[in-house]
């Protein structure tokens, strides 16, 4: 079946450590989108994808990085400089153009311990 | 700028009753229009989705939602509500103009609760 899969679905960091939050999808989307789920805050948008080896910042970057080197994926390292990375994480891509909706995978929570 | 605003971040009903969630856009120009459901600890599921053509708009589990360009609302309804319903929602519009072209912009979501 086609999806968006997300990995882990729970993860433990340290702070000071960097970790890489997974996100495959094999529906052939060109656009793919990272966000961060605070309670009572919605979906704030961290980076997004539009193409392979392409991608831009979104509303709240600082402290994070993705690379974008095969359509299929699209990787979010949380880095030691995200004062608060403690969040949800969800992953989320679409077809360009037209009026298509995103699709998303189930997410992945981040505790800093 | 371009903004979506979600009235209420809890809405109670019992079950049976009519269910209502607000969503409001602010821009002169009809953006594309979405509501999403979510469950505990899950990814967002479309449950409907406006883009041109009729203003009420028919999606998944018995929602509806009507697009009222006078009034920039896009509300959420279900006739009669489930206690399957209960979940957060989400409204989000997207653009085809402006600095955050093509991205979605959510609303911070409306959490329902389904009394017996």
């Known amino acids: 079946d086609g999806g968006i899969t997300q990995s882990p679905k729970y993860l433990f960091r340290k702070e000071g450590q960097n970790v890489t939050l997974s996100c495959e999808q094999n529906l052939n989307h060109d656009a793919m989108y990272w966000y961060r789920q605070d309670p009572g805050q919605g979906l704030r948008l961290i980076y997004y994808s539009q193409i392979v080896n392409d991608f831009q910042k979104g509303d709240i970057a600082e402290g994070y990085s993705v690379s974008r080197e095969k359509k299929e994926s699209f990787p979010l390292t949380v880095t030691s400089a995200q004062k608060n990375p403690t969040a949800f994480y969800l992953c989320?891509?679409?077809?360009?153009?037209?009026?298509?909706?995103?699709?998303f995978g189930q997410g992945t929570r981040l505790t800093v311990v | 700028a371009q903004s979506v605003t979600q009235l209420g971040s809890h809405v109670s009903v019992s079950e049976g009753a009519l269910v209502l969630l607000r969503c409001n856009y602010s821009?002169?120009?009809?953006?594309?229009l979405f509501w999403y459901v979510q469950y505990p600890n899950q990814g967002l599921q479309l449950l409907l989705k406006?883009?041109?053509?009729?203003?009420l708009v028919k999606g998944i589990n018995g929602f509806e939602a009507e697009f009222k360009k006078s009034e920039t609302s896009f509300h959420l309804t279900k006739p009669s509500a489930h206690m399957s319903d209960a979940a957060e929602y989400f409204c989000?519009?997207?653009?085809?103009?402006?600095?955050?072209?093509?991205?979605?912009?959510f609303g911070k979501g409306t959490k329902l609760s389904v009394k017996p």
């Open positions: 989000a519009v997207r653009f085809s103009y402006g600095g955050s072209q093509g991205n979605l912009i």
């Open positions: 989320a891509s679409r077809p360009l153009g037209g009026n298509t909706e995103a699709f």
């Open positions: 406006y883009t041109t053509g009729a203003t």
């Open positions: 821009s002169s120009v009809p953006p594309y």
